[in-house]
């Protein structure tokens, strides 16, 4: 039997469903639309990060979703002019033997942000819930127990302030076919195929089902899932920076930081008048 979730964590009304998306509308088919958009986009995140540094606020964002998805793309062009100095991408995969014999929670608690910084999670703590789930790395026990964990978890970060973003970029299997197919022809992108990704697929049906649960049972008021159509990588990209953006200017102040009068004293004193 699942665990339920604590009355005081609210989980969303109606939490987001595969049957949501319309894939076959999810297109921007104009290169030179698909460009100005990212480049609007990607100045006004740049403005929100250097909000959030100013003020000390930190940022989690999850990234979810299907063997050759598109969240390693995503996550470039969502980071590609902000500062560097201000995140860090989180590429996860399986715990090594030391991670394994503690909490699976432990070492994404190593890896939470500084004051003022961004965090960003390739894959996530929802690996319990999800492929640990169907391959059976975790017991019944432990994956059904997980998401009142993890709502905890969560809840912990929003209670101190975190602001917790989780995308899930959703492909349909005959695009992610495609896309395997590609891997296999271009020598720059073998590597990204490995065996356990076709393994992984032949369970499509059993992925689908525990992440249908992972929506139902872990998308709170605080912390909702994002899913977005990624059958098209010029509109997945688009919406994921478009989600990133909302989600963090909701409830924040943008303006830039007043420059202060002795600051401005002591640069005109030794610069003069420009």
Do not use: C
Not at 198 to 223: G, H, P
């Amino acid at each position: 039997m699942i665990m339920q979730t604590p009355s005081d964590i609210l989980l969303v009304d109606k939490p987001v469903a595969f049957s949501d998306l319309d894939m076959d509308s999810a297109v921007i088919s104009d290169r030179a639309t698909y460009e100005k958009k990212l480049k609007k986009l990607k100045k006004r995140l740049l403005a929100v990060q250097q909000a959030y540094y100013h003020q000390d606020k930190r940022v989690v964002i999850v990234f979810e979703g299907w063997d050759a998805s598109g969240k390693g793309g995503a996550i470039r062009q969502l980071t590609e002019k902000l500062d560097p100095r201000g995140f860090q991408v989180h590429p996860i995969a399986a715990p090594d033997a030391d991670e394994q014999g503690r909490h699976y929670l432990y070492r994404f608690q190593t890896k939470l942000p500084k004051s003022g910084r961004i965090a960003i999670f390739d894959r996530s703590y929802y690996g319990r819930v999800l492929v640990e789930r169907v391959e059976g790395f975790a017991s019944d026990w432990q994956w059904q127990r997980a998401y009142q964990e993890l709502n905890e978890f969560e809840r912990q970060l929003t209670d101190d302030g975190v602001r917790v973003i989780k995308i899930f970029l959703h492909i349909s299997k005959e695009e992610q076919g495609r896309r395997f197919i590609e891997r296999l022809e271009n020598p720059l992108k073998r590597w990204k195929l490995t065996s356990e990704d076709i393994r992984n697929r032949q369970k499509w049906s059993e992925y689908e089902i525990a992440a249908s649960d992972m929506f139902r049972l872990t998308s709170t008021t605080t912390a909702p899932w994002h899913l977005i159509a990624g059958d098209h990588k010029w509109y997945a990209r688009i919406q994921v920076l478009k989600t990133v953006i909302k989600a963090l200017e909701e409830g924040v102040d943008l303006s830039p930081p007043e420059l202060h009068p002795e600051l401005v004293a002591e640069a005109m004193k030794e610069f003069g008048s420009l």
